[in-house]
């Protein structure tokens, strides 16, 4: 089995701003219209997080499939805010407890931890992703309100 720094290694993954590593595998040459301009069809990336690493409450403008790879289970987090609604969603090796696949709707919160050593999965984003397009959460005016009740649990994800 893999280490997470033979992966990191192997798959040249660079260190993410919201934490973890990532490595951008594939942007389409087909392009759309957005309202925020034109992006590529779709992107996919390599990320991986360590036990000790997660990836912090974000928010991304177009749709976001994750797809596990290998290593523990990972924990997704998606929040619908307008809803006020919080989904859990625990990606890893097929059983009753986990999926393959996770998705996270355009403008819905996102944040993610592994389950245990390291958790290795890929990102597909429609229209594809450019960090113009991505913000964190703590950046949002509105984000402090969110964090009581249900979400307090999660507020270290900040």
């Known amino acids: 089995m893999n280490s997470a720094s033979s992966l990191i290694e192997q798959l040249l993954l660079q260190p993410h701003p919201e934490g973890g590593w990532y490595r951008e595998v594939h942007r389409s040459l ?6 925020r301009g034109e992006r590529a069809a779709l992107t996919t990336i390599y990320y991986l997080l ?8 974000h928010v991304v403008e177009s749709d976001e499939i994750w797809h596990f790879y290998a290593g523990a289970p ?21 059983s009753s407890a986990t999926q393959l696949i996770g998705v996270v709707p355009a403008g819905h919160w996102q944040a993610a931890r592994s389950q245990g050593a390291y958790s290795l999965v890929g ?23 969110h964090f009581e009740g249900e979400l307090a649990q999660y507020s270290a994800l900040l």
């Open 30 to 35: 087909q392009r759309v219209t957005t309202p």
């Open 50 to 57: 360590e036990q000790a690493q997660l990836s912090r409450w």
């Open 74 to 94: 990972l924990e997704l987090l998606v929040y619908a805010p307008h809803e006020r609604k919080l989904q859990r969603q625990v990606l890893g090796t097929p």
């Open 123 to 145: 990102c597909n984003v429609g229209p594809g992703f450019e960090f113009e397009d991505f913000r964190f959460v703590s950046a949002l005016s509105e984000a402090t309100s």
